[in-house]
């Protein structure tokens, strides 16, 4: 085969292949987005749930809830005490 | 024949040459223009939304959080049958049908119907599949512990603009930290309005706001909220306050004061209740002041424990006002240590002539009355102490014993602050530490503000409070086997340029255990009516809060 004759099937044939290239790249970039969004929404919602959670974890974590419960359920004050150890005595010249 | 084969390929070569200047004018020149026409006909603009920082306690609970919340809103040129769904949207949403009609019937695009909706109201609405009805995603404040703290948290409200800025306390001192900054994402569709995956690009920057965790002891402020609000009950109080803080730092542990407004509905409470009266309001403190004068006057060597008062034998008086102890009863030859623990008066104008005008403005001063403490919340005021030449002798007089100069509680808390320090003043400090963005945490050191008194003084001071407490008229209510410091005040309160002896400031100030403080409180009670005096309404107060705080901090009795 004589040389220009060569390149110029090699030159289609590279313009054939990228051009195909070209279609299946902008094909799955065109689906790409729809993924994307889906995956965002479901992202979206998991954030919003943790939130949620996060606020309800909070309500019940929260010392008036957990006073109001407590004397619901019939706890009571701690009205006495005692201590174990004593304090130091002070070093006094006598 | 040559020439048509020239010509043709010049024709041919002239063509190409003006399609690339043709592409090169709308792909080069025309660039940037095209591509903002694009942005706008396929580009979504998506705001995001900056989160407020949270505000925790010192156990890194957080005490006021965001969460989500829904703004509905409607495009009424979308919406056919506006006379329906406004009946059915103001059942749903707990409003007047007249004022959603109202809203239906305006001849625009976007029109807010209603804000703070939950994610479940969010989709009860949305399974109706209204036409014409949309949601924006807002992050609104949330407190789990409903209203605690709510004088010192202060609230978010809107600031000309419409955007979030918070008002008072915390909120208000710190907005600039906490509001975060919101951002814009632009992302572009396709014709079927489908996002295109490599076209989201960020305008700005969105950065949430930083965290603040406070020096507040979460089940310290409750306890104290709980006794306070107790004690207000029980002693036909219109108000009340308790501050805790920590002397050696001066970190605030506990701030209270009632009557306080819900940091939710803060709209629907009078703006006279949004101020924190611990910070804002001005009262005289009456005997709660005689530890500051008193230390005043050791410090200066002028008294000894063991001075005898010579003018104690009775009433003393000074430019023609006669001047009494609160009981009547007088202690001739009495101590400064007796001064104290009677509450004298008397006892006290004599203290006050000893030091003299210069150096009572002087430690004063030094103690930071009639200065601003720093405190870190917004709201905080104080009176200047008049300059020295205007002075008349009946001032030196009665401001020796807490009449006739105006304070805040914080500064009175702060001054006595100094004597359970060892003679060292530290600025008060709600917030401990701020964390930024990402993750980072920056503490704020404790800051000294000076050295009034000596630590000898100090001692000195400490143990005729704790020999107050003992022996004087709160002796009743102490905690037995613990060695408390303290000083009782019954304060009365100028009405009309006269003291109304009928209404007072009750109040309590101590620190505890004398010996190695880790607290420093002051109870103050406006104007109970079960009793006038604070030996009997602001002591027990003090100490009922004082007996838990004991079993808290794990603290041993010593005696």
């Known amino acids: 085969m004589k040389k220009p004759t060569f390149l110029i099937i090699i030159i289609m044939f590279l313009i054939i292949a990228l051009s195909l290239m070209r279609v299946i790249v902008s094909n799955n970039l065109s689906t790409a987005g729809i993924t994307l969004l889906k995956l965002e929404n479901r992202l979206n919602s998991y954030k919003i749930e943790n939130t949620n959670l996060r606020e309800r974890l909070l309500n019940f974590t929260s010392l008036s809830y957990i006073s109001s419960e407590s004397s619901q359920l019939g706890f009571v004050k701690n009205k006495t005490n005692f201590t174990l150890t004593k304090p130091l005595p002070l070093a006094i010249k006598q | 024949m040559i020439w048509r084969y020239r010509l043709t390929l010049i024709i041919l070569l002239l063509t190409f040459c003006l399609v690339v200047a043709r592409l090169f004018y709308w792909q ?10 694009g942005q706008s006909q396929y580009g979504k603009i998506i705001k995001v939304l900056p989160q407020r920082g949270e505000i925790k306690t010192s156990d890194n609970f957080p005490i006021v959080a965001n969460k989500i919340s829904y703004l509905i809103f409607s495009n009424p040129k979308e919406i056919k049958d506006k006379n329906k769904i406004s009946l059915l949207l103001s059942k749903i949403l707990n409003t007047k049908e007249s004022s959603m009609s109202a809203q239906l019937f305006l001849d625009r695009f976007w029109v807010p119907l209603k804000t703070g909706l939950t994610t479940k109201e969010k989709e009860n609405i949305e399974k109706l599949s209204l036409p014409g009805i949309g949601f924006e995603k807002q992050f609104t404040r949330y407190y789990p512990e409903a209203s605690m703290a709510a004088h010192l948290l202060g609230f978010v409200g809107k600031d000309e603009a419409g955007q979030d800025k918070g008002y008072f306390g915390i909120e208000g001192y710190y907005d600039r930290l906490l509001k975060g900054k919101g951002g814009i994402a632009v992302q572009i569709h396709d014709a079927l309005g489908r996002p295109i995956l490599s076209r989201t690009n960020q305008n700005s920057k969105e950065t949430k706001g930083s965290n603040l965790i406070l020096n507040i002891n979460r089940s310290i402020q409750f306890i104290v909220e709980e006794k306070l609000k107790k004690g207000i ?11 805790v803080m920590d002397p050696k730092t001066g970190n605030i542990l ?20 949004y101020k924190n009266p611990f910070i804002s309001n001005l009262y005289e403190p009456g005997s709660t002041f005689k530890p500051l004068v008193m230390s005043a006057a050791l410090n200066s060597k002028l008294v000894t424990p063991q001075t005898k008062c010579p003018v104690c034998a009775g009433p003393i008086s000074v430019s023609g006002f006669d001047i009494r102890t609160w009981n009547n009863k007088y202690f001739k030859d009495n101590n400064m240590v007796g001064i104290i623990q009677h509450s004298d008066n008397v006892g006290m104008v004599f203290v006050a002539q000893k030091l003299g005008v210069d150096k009572m403005v002087s430690y004063l001063s030094a103690f930071g009355i009639g200065d601003l403490t720093g405190i870190d919340l917004q709201g905080e005021v104080s009176q200047p102490l008049p300059p020295k030449d205007s002075w008349y002798p009946v001032d030196l007089a009665t401001k020796g014993f807490g009449q006739g100069i105006s304070i805040t ?57 704790v020999n107050a407490v003992n022996k004087g008229e709160a002796s009743w209510a102490k905690i037995p086997g613990y060695r408390i410091a303290g000083k009782t005040g019954t304060a009365s309160i100028p009405v009309k340029g006269r003291y109304d002896v009928n209404q007072t400031i009750a109040s309590f100030i101590g620190f505890a255990p004398a010996d190695n403080p880790k607290f420093v409180m002051v109870v103050i009670l406006d104007r109970p009516t079960a009793s006038i005096y604070g030996a009997e309404t602001a002591a027990p107060i003090f100490f009922d809060i004082a007996r838990d705080l004991m079993l808290y901090f794990g603290i041993a009795p010593s005696e």
């Open chain 2, 254 to 273: 506990a701030l209270s004061s009632f009557p306080a407004f819900s940091l939710l509905d803060f709209q629907d409470y009078e703006q006279r209740l």
């Open chain 2, 28 to 37: 080069v020149v025309k660039a940037s223009e095209l591509s903002l026409l």
């Open chain 2, 409 to 465: 509680a914080i500064e009175l808390l702060s001054a006595t602050s100094a004597i359970a320090n060892k003679g060292v003043r530290m600025e008060p400090h709600v917030v401990g530490a701020v964390e930024d963005p990402n993750g980072k945490i920056s503490k704020i050191p404790p800051k000294v503000l000076g050295k009034p008194i000596s630590q000898e003084t100090a001692k000195i001071m400490t143990e005729i409070l």
């Open chain 2, 233 to 243: 009950e029980q002693y036909g109080a219109s108000g009340g306050l308790v501050g």
